[in-house]
């Protein structure tokens, strides 16, 4: 945090509490447990191939719902609320740089998410008996996609009203349907580079994982990135209330 | 043969004041098919203006254009030469009241003007927010989250935030929302004192009367439109020449139209369901002398006098000839 500028700091702290609310930290939560619980049940079978079985779980429940709802949830308000709201006005009228007020709004998201996601997936990860390389690429799958789902949902809170609909359209249409149909179109959804990353370090197959290094590493982050710069542009420009 | 001539040019605009710190120059705004503001101009210098007009007249709008929070769709804006939307420097010398009641719910008013303190970079935020908080009679020590305000505390907590960083320019869109009537009074008093140390103070209200006491310099906005600009009082006296509709209810309502129309006091009459009548008269105050003299005349009852077109939408309405 040292190396925050005194200004988006307090910014950061702000989002922060005004995404907190119990009810979207014990949803959230509530589904983290029930991944943990089916995790123990998949453990507890008798399977021939315990870390198939565990990183198609994570794959299914994990990377394709745990992981993009929960940044959905926090992303999209980040800056969605108070733009919807009209507070944001009390951060634009501000000698702030639009930059800091994207990024601390992505960090501020992005801090409240990975706990909610990453500690409850890695918990299941172990508690299905694929080992410690599963529960590592569980970890390390998991924070790649947030990185890249808050990204994208926080444009998306900026850009669109009822920004949940919408990005629960773009991730149960667009990357559970659309981005499925063949490898090519995979390429368009995040899920996909987050597979293949699990794939890649648990070191077991599955579907539509095919993304070769460096690209499955670079392509999350950098999405990140340009939906940032988007965001940033569009903070520039849009009419605040 | 037929020569045609170019269009002449169009007339140069009036000289911008040397101490002008707001110009506005053939602004307008829409959108989509709203047009919410069209093609207004003025200036703004030091001193407290008020900006009036009735509800949806486009004060807003132009406030928040004034302060970039939206771009025009025509014209130009300028605060202290530069362009408010994209200059960032500028917000160091605008502070904004703006009219939504939202607030960061969760925090304290002295959280709240801090934090805009801190935004503005000042060496002592919370000393800074202390006074601010102090000038607008809230307690910085409250220990209660903004979301338990009444309505009057979060509008004070508003004019903090916005004189927090003691900007040049400060725009409040209907500031004395909600506020009791000391309170009330307090602002306007603080309005006033900013206005005399040199500060450029303009302020929204549609509540006629508030608008009087904020200063003499008015500028009037209607249907998106500016209907007028100057002196308070010479455009209360151009309002009060306009002719006034007023409902007369009496048990001789027709003799009684009857005797004020030869009398001159109305300048038409039409004639209600039962017992009533509404007439036009050019001068409102010698209607209400004259009713009661020609009713006691006629030996009629009055039930009711009351003006029909007292209320600020009416008075724009004339203002711009609608």
């Given at each position: 945090m040292a190396a925050l500028a005194p200004t988006r700091l307090p910014i950061y702290r702000l989002l922060l509490r005004s995404q907190v609310s119990r009810a979207r930290v014990l949803a959230l939560l509530a589904i983290g447990i029930v991944g943990i619980v089916v995790g123990f049940a998949i453990g507890a079978g008798d399977r021939i191939d315990e870390l198939r079985a565990g990183a198609r779980f994570i794959n299914t429940f994990g990377l394709s719902l745990l992981v993009p709802v929960t940044a959905l949830v926090f992303s999209a308000a980040a800056l969605g609320d108070p733009s919807e709201d009209g507070t944001l006005v009390y951060l634009w009228?501000?000698?702030?740089r639009r930059s800091r007020i994207v990024i601390a709004a992505a960090a501020s998201s992005f801090t409240v998410a990975w706990p909610l996601v990453v500690i409850p997936l890695a918990v299941a990860a172990w508690a299905t008996g694929g080992g410690s390389a599963l529960v590592t690429a569980t970890v390390v799958a998991s924070t790649l996609a947030l990185v890249a789902y808050t990204g994208i949902f926080c444009a998306l809170g900026l850009r669109v009203k009822r920004s949940l609909v919408w990005g629960l359209l773009y991730i149960f249409?667009?990357?559970?349907?659309?981005?499925?149909?063949?490898d090519t179109a995979g390429r368009l959804a995040v899920r996909t580079y987050s597979r293949s990353v699990l794939t890649e370090i648990a070191d077991v197959t599955l579907r539509f994982s095919a993304i070769s290094s460096p690209y499955r590493w670079i392509v999350p982050p950098l999405v990140a990135v340009v939906a940032l710069a988007y965001a940033t542009r569009r903070l520039r420009r849009q009419d605040v209330a | 043969m037929t020569v045609l001539l170019p269009p002449p040019p169009p007339p140069p605009p009036p000289p911008v004041p040397a101490d002008a710190r707001i110009v506005v120059e053939r602004v307008s705004k829409w959108f989509g098919d709203l047009v919410a503001v069209s093609d207004v101009s003025f200036t703004v210098g030091p001193g407290v203006t008020a900006l009036l007009g009735p509800n949806g007249a486009g004060k807003s709008t132009m406030l928040r254009l004034l302060c970039g929070l939206t771009p025009p769709s025509q014209g130009t804006v300028a605060v202290f030469g530069g362009n408010p939307r994209d200059d960032l420097s500028l917000t160091r010398r605008i502070g904004l009241v703006p009219q939504q009641e939202t607030l960061f719910e969760n925090l304290s008013a002295l959280g709240f003007v801090r934090l805009a303190a801190v935004l503005h970079g000042l060496d002592d935020p919370e000393g800074a927010a202390r006074s601010a908080l102090a000038v607008v009679e809230l307690?910085?020590?409250?220990?209660?989250?903004?979301?338990?305000?009444s309505k009057g505390m979060r509008q004070r907590a508003k004019v903090a935030q916005a004189l927090v960083h003691d900007p040049d320019v400060v725009v409040l869109d209907e500031p004395l929302t909600g506020l009791d009537p000391r309170q009330r009074l307090h602002l306007i008093t603080l309005f006033e004192q900013l206005g005399a140390a040199g500060k450029t103070v303009l302020v929204s209200s549609h509540v006629l009367d508030e608008v009087e006491r904020f200063g003499r310099r008015v500028l009037v906005m209607a249907q998106g439109r500016l209907a007028a600009e100057g002196d308070f009082h010479a455009i209360r006296d151009l309002m009060d020449d306009r002719p006034h509709r007023v409902r007369i209810r009496s048990d001789r309502a027709r003799e009684l139209a009857t005797g004020l129309l030869e009398r001159g006091v109305v300048v038409g009459v039409r004639l209600g369901d039962g017992d009533d009548v509404i007439v036009d008269a050019v001068d409102a105050a010698r209607l209400r002398r004259e009713v009661p003299v020609v009713a006691a005349e006629l030996g009629a009852r009055l039930y009711e006098v009351a003006p029909l077109d007292d209320d600020l939408e009416s008075v724009f309405r004339y203002l711009v000839g609608g």
């Open positions: 009228l501000r000698p702030v249409i667009w990357e559970g349907f659309v981005a499925t149909a063949n | 307690d910085p020590d409250e220990p209660r989250p903004i979301a338990g305000f």
